[in-house]
């Protein structure tokens, strides 16, 4: 599964923001896909995931009640809606395609990569 995010950018603190990524391959549909972040001199965090019917997700403590994931298996995508932004979500967003329908926290979990995205907050 190859991957292309988008819709990164620049955004006021409490303001929104959604970034899509794109998959390419038979096999977006089976698994669950995830979303990563990866601040400058931080390691990759873990952001949210979703199965593979959708019917399940899971979000850092850092977003959960802010971040929706989503994905739409028809158009071979899968969405993070950002809502009240802080400075401290700053980072480069990386989707992440899932070794099974459900695919956990770990970065173990994924197979595939994309490029990533990056997210700007100001304050």
């Known amino acids: 599964v190859q991957l292309q995010a988008s819709g990164g950018g620049l955004v006021q603190a409490g303001g929104s923001l959604r970034v899509s990524c794109r998959a390419s391959?038979?096999?977006?549909?089976?698994?669950?896909m995830g979303w990563f972040r990866q601040a400058p001199g931080k390691e990759r965090e873990f952001v949210a995931s979703?199965?593979?019917?959708?019917?399940?997700?899971l979000y850092g403590d850092s977003v959960k009640g802010r971040f929706t994931i989503s994905r739409d298996n028809a158009k071979n995508t899968v969405y993070l809606q950002m809502n009240s932004l802080k400075p401290e979500d700053t980072a480069v967003y990386y989707c992440?395609?899932?070794?099974?329908?459900?695919?956990?926290?770990?970065?173990?979990?994924?197979?595939?990569w994309g490029h990533g995205t990056l997210v700007t907050v100001s304050s």
């Open positions: 992440a395609g899932g070794r099974r329908p459900y695919s956990g926290k770990s970065v173990d979990g994924y197979a595939s």
């Open positions: 391959g038979r096999t977006f549909s089976n698994n669950a």
């Open positions: 979703i199965s593979w019917n959708g019917g399940g997700a």
